[in-house]
């Protein structure tokens, strides 16, 4: 059995493959209130009948003022919640774990959507846009509006704002749930010393960058079921010189270890213009061999993995527990089927569509 295949336990929770849907913002809640629609269920639904082990939602705000986009999800009340759990449920319907992410965007908040036609950059208040919060009052682009750095008692709001919305993910029915501390968003900007240049207790040296990500993770932690797995995706690094280092983050995955994350989601990039490491494939691969290799958590490895071979390859040679892809995933839905056709896996497809196979 190719290692693709195997089934993955974490926790109480099995993926019947180490094939996942990376989070992937659609940014198709038209009525801009961030609620999922049925389009957002039949995405998500589409990837689970076509064989991935697991199904993460796209970046998902768990403060109206989070979203990135006024087009983003959000599951900042029960509504919203409920609209999440027809997503889970299409999810488990296709056989995949239900996983959600878990965002809030920082001073990245309300830009417009990047395909849409009303503007670019970000959304004037006038036209529904919202005062962005971030570690401190410096924009992502200059000339931007200054964010609202954020006091205690905002602090205090975002940490609460986390676990609340993970209660409300593990009530309608998602079984892994994902912190994103990646790509520049809230979190990472504090981890990242191009971004947070406080000086109280929540910036300064490592302690103090890795404090708000360390607290969200310990009221998530206090939230969710001792049962479900919870991940956290990072930017391993800031591609920088005076950047967050993959150093940082394989110290991170055992500070994260001890607050009970199961595994440690390698992303790059992000945290302020220009500091990303140039696409290719398979090249965040390493971050995530480092993590694992560091033995504190499980590791998942994305980024141009796009063959069932080179998928295979990754996990067969222990640089991660899992794959998640992106862009291919959007490309053929049945991506993870088709995979095991290439591999020589019987895995049996549903059979309403067996005739899809017949010669
Ligand atoms: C359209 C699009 C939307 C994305 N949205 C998110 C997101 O919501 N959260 C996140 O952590 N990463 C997001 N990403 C990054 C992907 O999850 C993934 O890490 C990236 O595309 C690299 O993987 P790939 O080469 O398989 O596409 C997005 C990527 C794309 C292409």
């Known amino acids: 059995m190719p290692t693709l295949f195997e089934p993955l336990t974490q926790r109480s929770v099995t993926l019947r493959n180490r094939i996942g849907v990376s989070p992937m913002c659609t940014y198709m809640s038209e009525a801009c209130d961030g609620l999922a629609t049925p389009w957002h269920v039949a995405h998500v639904g589409a990837r689970a ?104 008692t905002g602090l205090e709001r975002v940490i609460d704002a986390f676990a609340t919305a993970a209660r409300r993910a593990v009530e309608v029915g998602f079984e892994v749930i994902e912190v994103h501390a990646a790509h520049g968003y809230l979190l990472h900007s504090f981890l990242s010393p191009l971004v947070n240049t406080r000086s109280d207790g929540w910036g300064g040296d490592y302690a103090g960058r890795t404090r708000l990500l360390r607290e969200v993770v310990r009221a998530v932690r206090e939230t969710v079921s001792e049962t479900l797995p919870v991940w956290v995706r990072v930017s391993a690094t800031d591609a920088h010189p005076d950047g967050w280092t993959p150093e940082d983050t394989v110290q991170l995955s055992r500070d994260l270890a001890t607050l009970g994350v199961d595994l440690v989601d390698c992303s790059s990039g992000g945290a302020a213009p220009g500091a990303r490491l140039e696409s290719a494939p398979l090249h965040q691969v390493p971050f995530a061999e480092a993590v694992k290799a560091a033995g504190a958590t499980a590791s998942a490895a994305v980024g141009g993995i796009t063959t069932a071979e080179e998928a295979d390859a990754i996990l067969r040679e222990g640089r991660a527990d899992v794959v998640l892809l992106g862009r291919a995933m959007l490309a053929d839905p049945a991506w993870a089927l088709h995979a095991a056709r290439r591999l020589g896996v019987q895995t049996p497809w549903q059979e309403a569509y067996g005739w899809a196979l017949a010669d």
Request: cysteine-free.
């Open 49 to 152: 009948i076509g064989g991935a082990g697991l199904v993460m939602t796209e970046a998902t705000a768990v403060l109206p003022e989070g979203r990135i986009t006024p087009n983003d999800l959000g599951i900042w009340s029960d509504a919203h919640a409920d609209a999440m759990g027809r997503m889970a449920e299409a999810i488990r319907t296709g056989g995949a774990v239900p996983a959600i992410q878990l965002a809030h965007a920082g001073r990245k908040a309300s830009t417009y959507r990047p395909w849409g036609t009303k503007g670019r950059g970000v959304v004037p208040e006038a036209e529904g846009g919202w005062p962005a919060f971030g570690p401190t009052d410096t924009p992502f682009r200059e000339g931007d509006p200054a964010p609202q750095p954020l006091d205690e």
